[in-house]
Nanobody, 124 residues
Framework: VQLQASGGGLVQPGSSLRLSCAVS????????IGWARQAPGKEREGVAF????????YYSHSVRGRFTISRDNAKNTVYLQMNSLEPEDTAVYYC??????????????????WGKGTQVTVSS
């Protein structure tokens, strides 16, 4: 299983970025796919997830209303559109997959697969 994240970068507060996660190596028969992040000196945090069965979504309180998760099944790709970025969004963002419902969306604990991560830095 490979999760290749891209799209990170250095942007100013208020800007937008779109992260992409290209998935390969399995048939996408997963429970949920999404994004987690880890900022320097902080614990990992679940950011946004989308369920395979019904496309229902979860967003952390800190990003709700600013970030949108979506997927393109034909391209085996998941996206995270990030708007109104804040310095507090600075972190390494990881694409993650869970094969079942046994995970904690708040901490992303229990996710079965993790990509290598892409750095997002929001700074003026």
């Amino acid at each position: 299983v490979q999760l290749q994240a891209s799209g990170g970068g250095l942007v100013q507060p208020g800007s937008s970025l779109r992260l992409s996660c290209a998935v390969s190596g399995f048939t996408l028969d997963y429970w949920a796919i999404g994004w987690a992040r880890q900022a320097p000196g902080k614990e990992r945090e679940g950011v946004a997830f989308i369920k395979h069965s019904d496309d229902s979504t979860y967003y952390s309180h800190s990003v709700r209303g600013r970030f949108t998760i979506s997927r393109d099944n034909a391209k085996n790709t998941v996206y995270l559109q990030m708007n109104s970025l804040e310095p507090e969004d600075t972190a390494v963002y990881y694409c993650v997959v869970s094969k079942n419902s046994d995970y904690d969306p708040i901490t992303a604990y229990g996710m079965d697969y993790w990509g290598k991560g892409t750095q997002v830095t929001v700074s003026s």
